[in-house]
C-alpha cells in the first residue's frame, strides 16, 4: 500500500515538472515584444496633457491622408508617396532566448519550482528522519518492535501466583466448577499486589495495601478488589439466547423467586446461597 502511496506522489511531481518546464519553454520561444513606451503611444510628440477641452474640439481638423490606389498619399492638393511601415521585429529571427527564462515574464515560474523543490527537499528529508530503518521489512511496522515487546514484562499472572499465598481458596476449589475460572475474571490483574507479596516474603516490614471494594465497572482500573456482586456472576450464568443448553444459566427473576431471596434487588443476593470459590452445586 505504502509503495502505490510514493508511486502516486512521484508521478504527481515528475507531471508538474513537466508543466513547468513547458511553461519555460514557451516563454523562452517567444517572440520579442516591442517595448512600450510613452512616445510609441503619441508619435506625433504633442502634449496634451494641459489642453482644454473646449480648444481641442475648435481646432481645425487636419486633412486626413487618403491612400490612393496607386500608394500615394493625397491631402488637399498636394500628394507625397507613401513609405510603407514595416511591423517591428520583422526580420527577428524567433530562437531559444535564455535571458526569457531569468526576465520578469517568467518569475512567477521560479517562485512555483522553488517552492515545489523545497517542499519535496523537506518531505523527504523528514521521513528520513521520522521513519525508523528496519519499518517494512516485516510489515507495515517496526521489525525491532517484536523484540521490544516480548522483552516487556508480563502483566498477566497465572492462578499459581495466587494460590502460592491463598492456599485456603486452592481448597475451596478443589471439586468446584470454579476451578477453571481464573482468579483475574473476579478479582482483577492483581500485579502490584503481587509484586507487593513477594517483597513482603522477602522483608517481612513491607506493607500489603489491603483489598479494594469493586466499582462495578469490567473496565475498572483497580488493581484488586472483593467481588461479591451479582453482575459478576450474572455475566456468566444470566440465560441468553445461544447459550448452550448444558451451561448452567437462570431466568435471574424466576431463579430468586424458587429460591426465596430476601433481597432480591440487592448487589449480593446471590451470596446468600452460593460463595464464589465453591458455588455448592
Known amino acids: 500500500m505504502l509503495g502505490f502511496v510514493f508511486l502516486g506522489l512521484i508521478i504527481a511531481c515528475v507531471v508538474t515538472f513537466a508543466i513547468l518546464a513547458f511553461m519555460f519553454l514557451s516563454v523562452a520561444f517567444e517572440e520579442p515584444r516591442s517595448p512600450v513606451t510613452r512616445k510609441s503611444l503619441n508619435p506625433s510628440g504633442v502634449s496634451l496633457d494641459n489642453q482644454p477641452r473646449r480648444q481641442t474640439e475648435q481646432q481645425p481638423q487636419a486633412a486626413t491622408p487618403v491612400l490612393a490606389s496607386s500608394g500615394h498619399a493625397i491631402s488637399g492638393s498636394q500628394s507625397e508617396p507613401s513609405q510603407p511601415r514595416e511591423p517591428a521585429f520583422a526580420g527577428a529571427d524567433v530562437s ?15 517562485i512555483l519550482v522553488l517552492l515545489i523543490s523545497v517542499g519535496c527537499a523537506t518531505g523527504l528529508f523528514a521521513r ?30 497465572s492462578d499459581a501466583a495466587c494460590l502460592k499465598c491463598h492456599e485456603s481458596v486452592a481448597e475451596e476449589r478443589a471439586d468446584s466448577p470454579h476451578q477453571a475460572v481464573n482468579c483475574s475474571h473476579c478479582h482483577g490483574l492483581g500485579h502490584q499486589h503481587i509484586i507487593d507479596a513477594e517483597l513482603a516474603a522477602k522483608t517481612p516490614d513491607h506493607p500489603i495495601p489491603p483489598v479494594a471494594e469493586w466499582d462495578g465497572d469490567f473496565r475498572t482500573k483497580i488493581d484488586l478488589f472483593i467481588t461479591e456482586n ?43 446461597c452460593h460463595t464464589g470459590h465453591s458455588p455448592g452445586l
Open 128 to 157: 528520513s528522519q521520522m521513519v525508523p530503518v528496519d519499518f517494512g521489512e516485516l510489515g507495515p511496522y517496526r521489525a525491532a518492535a517484536l523484540d521490544e515487546i516480548a522483552a516487556l514484562p508480563s502483566r498477566l499472572y
Open 96 to 110: 531559444f532566448n535564455w535571458k526569457m527564462l531569468f526576465s520578469r515574464d517568467t518569475r512567477h515560474l521560479r
Open 230 to 272: 451479582r453482575s459478576t456472576c450474572l455475566s456468566c450464568h444470566e440465560s441468553v439466547v445461544g447459550m448452550p443448553e448444558s451451561f448452567r444459566s437462570i431466568n435471574v427473576a424466576e431463579h430468586l423467586e424458587e429460591q426465596g431471596a430476601d433481597e432480591v434487588k440487592s448487589a449480593n443476593v446471590c451470596f446468600e
